[in-house]
């Protein structure tokens, strides 16, 4: 089989082959630039984080026997030699983790009920005044934008020790992050039917109630459960400030060096996180497979 | 009117009997599933120890905390903030960057055009879930038991839980990636190497990139609280000064974390869109 594969002339080619170079030529140079201002942005974080590499390596080590010194008994053999030794506290802990997925649970329904509330102001089609979606706005941006942690922080001085603390921290970080993702669902709601429902002279609740509720609550009771499950991975880490749940009881192994429990906590968050994720993923998959159907 | 409204009710009953007479079980499911949730948050609330009387003291509580905050004031701390701001980022940034380095080779053995053996890809996937499953506060704290208190204990917190989460979406990019480049490779007699390296990575990295950015713009509020557990960064100020009492001192450092968050948005935000733009483009 012969093909007709076209040579052109020198000259031609000669124009092409530069402008080809100098395309490239100019790409590469932007990449190159972008490398070595990413390779200074790092060297000059290198600095500011103290980092040190010969500490890495000397103490890489110690890293790779931690989790060997985790998963060792008190008398030298390996946990799974010995599950009832290793999981001794196992009704403490579970009780601890019962208690973590109600700090979650809790907080969840209080953050997604006040994002409920929140949203149709925040929302850009259903706000009654703008000034009134301004300031939703900032108030649920900035409960987004401060960590839960922090306001565990400051509210564990406020209500005292306890999960009360931890609940209210999830349910404003909640709040705010759910009250965006709620308002974007009502942003793309259909008009149409608020039109039809204020044409008939109903108020402004009214029209939220009979013509936006019915067509978001699916996507919000998506979101929440998806919200339920970063909670949970969030709960865990409340107690490490004192607002209840499992990690108070981590904090407490890994400080005073128990190391065969800071294994076993991190088995069982691990293990519940996974069983969470799953049963939320499936609970999900059925909640979008009835929209879809209908 | 109301005549012809009753008309038409008894005729629609009649025309669509699903609508009307929806059997028992379908009606109650969802006041029953209302009245389970409710049922649970109370049982939840009374479990948790909360009462009115806490809840109301602890809300003046908070109101006097809020009056006590304001005006923000760093007093004479300020460098020492902004040094803390600086090694925030620092740690963000580094933490990313060594998590996407160690990530983009275990990745390709977690995706399946790369690895079709189960045997191989099974386990680093569940390897990777772990590693997810555990928070990065947590990882503060096994890393401050190994190299000490400081930043560079939150560089590695950083690093080893984004780790796990970089593995599986770079893998998840590398699955979804055309496989004809790669075929087009192997025709033309390349290496396995040469058909990661001239196939997939070329369609790959600008997702990649983008992810990254996205990451460090998260990791910037993560950086923020592993100091509160002793991992360096401008957590550590404000966990100190909330302990302390220091209120104008802890609204100032709320408000800092506020901006600098805001304007690392902005920045990845632009570089973010600079790179998809351009891949759109291509």
Redesign the interface.
Known sequence: MTTAVSILPEQQLAVLNAAYRQAVGRRRLRLLLGIAVFAAALALAGIGAEVNLRTLFTYFGNFISYFDRILTLDNGQRVWTDVGEWLWGWRKWLKMLGETLLISYVGTLIGATLAFCLNFFAAENTSPAPWLRFVVRRLLEFARTVPGIVFALIFVIAFGLGPMAGVLAIAIHSTGALGKLFSEIVENADMKPVEGIRSTGASWLSCMRFAVVPQVTAGYASYALLRFEINVREASVMGFVGAGGIGQELVVAIRKFYYSDVSAILLTIIVTVFIIDISTGWLRGRLFGKEART | MTRRQAVDTRELRARYPDVFDRPASARLATPAMIVA?FA??I???V????SPS??FA??S??GW?TLMMIPPDPGSSLPIYLKAL??T???A??GT?LAAVFALPVSLLAARNVVPSNILRFPVRRVL??IR???T??WA???I????L???A???AIAVSDFGAFGKLFSEAIEGADQKQVEGIRASGGSPLHEIRFGLLPQVLPVIAGQVLYFIESNT?SA??IG??GA?GIGLQ??EQ?RV?EWQK?SFL?LM??VA??AIDFISGKLRFAIIGRRAVA
């Open positions: 949730a649970i948050l049982y939840g609330l479990d948790l120890d909360f806490r809840f602890g809300l509580q908070l905390i600086g090694e980022l620092s740690i940034l580094l960057t879930d772990s499953g555990v928070d506060l947590i704290l096994v890393w038991n190994v190299v000490g400081g930043p560079f939150g560089v590695l509020r923020t609280i509160i557990v360096g404000l966990a909330i009492l802890v709320i974390i506020l968050v805001a």
